[in-house]
């Protein structure tokens, strides 16, 4: 059981590039989240799943998008990158009526 | 809309001693409280919940909370620190009775172990 998983760890990009980062997990959870980490700024949730196929915006959604195909995964996309997006980037999923968020270790992701 | 602060942004504590960290929030309704604890380059990990009934909540690795609605806070303490405390910790508020989709976090307090 390996809880949430994320790909890739790091990543350097140029500004105007695009990149998926993609989180799974394994505990069948119904609820999916993607976070960003910033200094002094706490956790900001970018967008969230509240089960497959369906996706909704949290409070920093601006220059990303979400899919979630499959139950298990948790798709974040960047089309075109920019330095304002260079953060830490945490998943997270739940099961549905339980509260409790379960993390992934994290994508550090730098836009030059 | 939700809010949670924490005041402190850095605390250093000599091991042994006791250690109590400030959360305070903004909610209108019954709120789900939580406390995460963050190890360097790691994921966030859940060290206690409270969510109804007894104001007082234990956690794991010793830590406990208090509720207190009528100052709004959920301060986290433990009596006895450990040098392998040292991480970031992180208040939480949820919506009760709307799941867990709205989970809003406090900026984070670090906690530096002294010898």
């Known amino acids: 059981n390996a809880g949430v998983t994320q790909t890739p760890k790091f990543r350097v990009l140029k500004t105007g590039q695009s990149m998926t980062l993609l989180c799974a997990q394994d505990m069948n959870h119904e609820y999916m989240y993607w976070y960003r980490q910033d200094p002094g700024m706490g956790l900001r949730l970018i967008h969230y799943?509240?089960?497959?196929?369906?996706?909704a915006k949290g409070e920093v959604p601006d220059g990303y998008n979400v899919s979630r195909l499959k139950k298990q995964n948790f798709l974040l996309g960047l089309e075109s990158a920019a330095p304002s997006q260079t953060s830490v980037y945490f998943c997270?999923?739940?099961?549905?009526?339980?509260?409790?968020?379960?993390f992934g270790p994290g994508t550090r992701l730098t836009v030059l | 809309a939700q809010s949670v602060t924490q005041p402190d942004i850095h605390i250093t504590v000599s091991e042994g001693a006791s250690l109590e960290l400030r959360c305070n929030y903004s909610?209108?309704?019954?709120?789900?409280l939580f406390w995460y604890v963050q190890s360097p380059g790691q994921g966030l990990q859940l060290l206690l919940k409270?969510?109804?009934?007894?104001?007082l909540v234990q956690g794991i690795k010793g830590f406990e909370a208090e509720f207190k609605r009528s100052q709004s806070s959920f301060n986290l303490r433990k009596p006895s620190v450990h040098w392998s405390d040292a991480a970031e910790y992180f208040c939480?508020?949820?919506?009760?009775?709307?799941?867990?989709?709205?989970?809003?976090f406090g900026t984070g307090t670090r906690l530096t172990i002294i010898p």
């Open positions: 409270y969510f109804s009934g007894d104001t």
């Open positions: 939480a508020v949820g919506r009760a009775n709307f799941g867990n989709e709205k989970l809003t």
């Open positions: 997270a999923s739940s099961l549905a009526g339980d509260d409790t968020q379960y």
């Open positions: 909610y209108g309704a019954t709120p789900y």
């Open positions: 799943s509240v089960g497959e196929g369906t996706t």
